[in-house]
């Protein structure tokens, strides 16, 4: 990272998603060969793990120059508590680990309906067709 901040370039670390223990998002597919099978698709706590690690990776970030930070967990799990399905009903994760693409899209729209975020700001992104107007390193 410090290597990549020495040649000028802008580093941003993204924070640990939540951890979606035991999540099967076929498990509805599958219920179809076996009704016994329960798919519930409950919210859980975000792990103390996570926000350990997360919790790391900001303070090196604000130690080095040059790195940010940014947590999506506060959007994806209010009041820490990680819904798997979002509003519509449509799942969220692809595994345990990983957002589905549909659902990081969703993530990013949320997100930058409140404001696009210093650290993904510069003179050469454009979000909606529009270009943010701070300039890059």
């Known amino acids: 990272v410090r290597d990549i901040v020495h040649e000028g370039r802008r580093v ?3 924070g640990k998603s939540p951890v979606i223990p035991d999540y099967d998002r076929r498990c509805k597919q599958k219920a179809i060969m076996m009704p016994a099978l329960k798919c ?8 103390e ?3 350990q ?3 790391r990776l900001a ?3 604000e130690d080095t120059p040059g790195v940010s930070y940014f947590d999506a967990n506060a959007t994806l799990c209010p009041n820490r508590s990680c819904p798997l399905l979002d509003d519509s009903g449509r799942l969220i994760y692809v595994d345990g680990n990983h957002l589905s693409l549909d659902a990081s899209w969703r993530l990013g729209a949320k997100i930058v309906a409140t404001g696009v ?3 993904f700001r510069s003179s050469s992104s454009t979000i ?3 270009t943010s107007g701070a300039t890059s390193p």
């Open 53 to 55: 690690v997360n919790a």
């Open 49 to 51: 793990k996570v926000e």
């Open 59 to 61: 303070r090196f970030a």
């Open 40 to 47: 519930e698709y409950q919210p859980v706590q975000l792990a």
């Open 128 to 130: 909606n067709g529009s």
């Open 117 to 119: 975020p210093p650290m």
């Open 12 to 14: 941003v670390i993204i």
